[in-house]
């Protein structure tokens, strides 16, 4: 399969967390594939940014995790794999054994492990009662995404990943609507902006009748 586009940084960039999934949530964060693919993963800390706004930091606040630039380009590695490994398997193809091979290494390393947060001095509970822990809080939350990946594309849940009708978006998303015809990854977002271009759309019909 072709390679991720070049990819332009985009700094501090908003991440979106509308795919209903760690590792699609994970695979978002190269965007406008079909186009000029924007980066939020420019340098190691915007992958500690994403870590902790995703839930998957190991530390007991919201301390951004310390990751390196090798943590970085192992993200980067693994998210073009685990997106190539989704979309092989929504069109029914055989993926790239490469590919594979990468997201099970990626799964099979230590992960991050739920801990129940002590109570304060005071006899209060925590203020976020759950927390994670890992010697290595980056590969860690890296591990956990791929074990999501591996879980999503071989269960039942696949028939459901869908890509954004928005042909300026590719952001993939597990429809979970009662009647599974979700068509956009967000209807604030490719949603609204269909609703618009449709109402302009009759608007000028309507005017040059």
Known sequence: MPSAPAAAPEPASPFPFIGGRPCLNFVATLGKRHATALERLPDPDALAR???????????DDTPVRVTEGDLTHARTLREALYRLVRAAMAGEAPDPADVTRANEAAARPDL?????????????????????????????????????????????????????????????????????????????????????????????????
Not at 50 to 60: K, P, Q, Y
Not at 180 to 201: E, I, P
């Open 113 to 209: 492990a739920p801990q129940l947060a002590e109570p304060r001095d005071d006899g209060t509970g925590p203020r976020q009662p759950l927390r994670w822990t890992a010697e290595r809080p980056g590969p860690a939350a890296l591990a956990t995404v791929a074990r999501d990946a591996v879980l999503l594309v071989g269960g039942p849940l696949l028939a459901r990943v869908k890509e954004c009708e928005n042909p300026e978006c590719s952001l993939l998303f597990l429809d979970d609507s009662q009647a599974r015809r979700r068509r956009w990854c967000s209807m604030d977002r490719c949603g609204n902006l269909a609703k618009v271009a449709g109402y302009r759309s009759r608007s000028r019909t309507g005017s040059s009748r």
């Open 50 to 60: 994403w870590i902790t706004e995703a839930g998957l930091s190991a530390g007991a």
